[in-house]
């Protein structure tokens, strides 16, 4: 098993770009997420998703948008990158359900937003 | 909105000490879940250690423990006989569960340094 993968591991925008966090497991997890970590804080939730074709909000899902058409892959989109999103990106994902279990993390994307 | 606070932004201590990272929390869940996540400078989070809050007795997992007091809403880490490899940024994390959704609320972290 690969775990949970992100690409690309590092990024430079420029502001105004667009790009996507590509985020993949082969856990057959439902629970899928993305974190973001600033200096200084603790990850805080971006986007989550509970199966294929179900997402909502976390507690930062300004600036971006994700979807979930497979089980494998949760994407995250920046539509229009802006110096506030500089950032590392951290995609989780569980099995799901009532009980909760460990989260598996990828090993990040560090953004940065000139 | 549930909140985690650890006061301790830095601790050092010497290799084969004791050491205990302090987490307090808020919420007015009665049924939640506490984790301690360790981020070495890989930046692979790493799960340490995690309880139940329905779960009466504390949980540990070889050198790592923890004290749970749930009426005091508190939730520290002991680390005995601290290892070089125990260097890194421990995060303490709250979460509940609501159909299917397991989010994660995170301490803002205690940078821990084990000196040889």
């Known amino acids: 098993n690969a775990g949970v993968t992100q690409t690309p591991k590092f990024q430079v925008l420029k502001t105004g770009q667009s790009m996507t966090l590509q985020c993949a497991q082969d856990?057959?997890?439902?629970?899928m997420s993305w974190y973001r970590q600033d200096p200084g804080m603790g990850l805080r939730l971006i986007h989550y998703s509970v199966g294929a074709g179900i997402t909502d909000q976390g507690e930062v899902p300004n600036g971006y948008n994700v979807s979930r058409s497979t089980t494998e892959d949760f994407p995250l989109r920046l539509l229009s990158a802006a110096p506030s999103q500089t950032s590392v990106y951290f995609c989780a994902s569980s099995y799901g359900g009532l009980a909760p279990d460990e989260q598996f993390f990828g090993p990040g994307t560090r953004l940065t937003v000139l | 909105a549930q909140t985690v606070t650890q006061s301790q932004p830095e601790m050092s201590v010497q290799e084969a000490e004791t050491v205990t990272l302090s987490c307090t929390y808020d919420?007015?869940?009665?049924?939640?879940?506490l984790f301690w996540y360790k981020q070495p400078p890989s930046r692979q989070m790493i799960l340490v250690i995690r309880?139940?809050?329905?779960?009466?007795q504390n949980a540990t997992e070889n050198r790592f423990s923890v004290n749970f007091q749930k009426a005091a809403k508190s939730f520290s880490l002991k680390i005995s006989d601290s290892q070089l490899g125990d260097t890194a940024m421990y995060f303490c994390?709250?979460?509940?569960?609501?159909?299917?959704?397991?989010?994660?609320?995170f301490g803002q972290g205690t940078r821990l340094t084990i000196n040889p």
């Open positions: 994390a709250f979460m509940t569960t609501f159909q299917g959704a397991q989010k994660l609320v």
């Open positions: 856990m057959n997890h439902e629970y």
């Open positions: 309880q139940e809050a329905y779960k009466q």
């Open positions: 919420t007015s869940e009665n049924n939640y879940y």
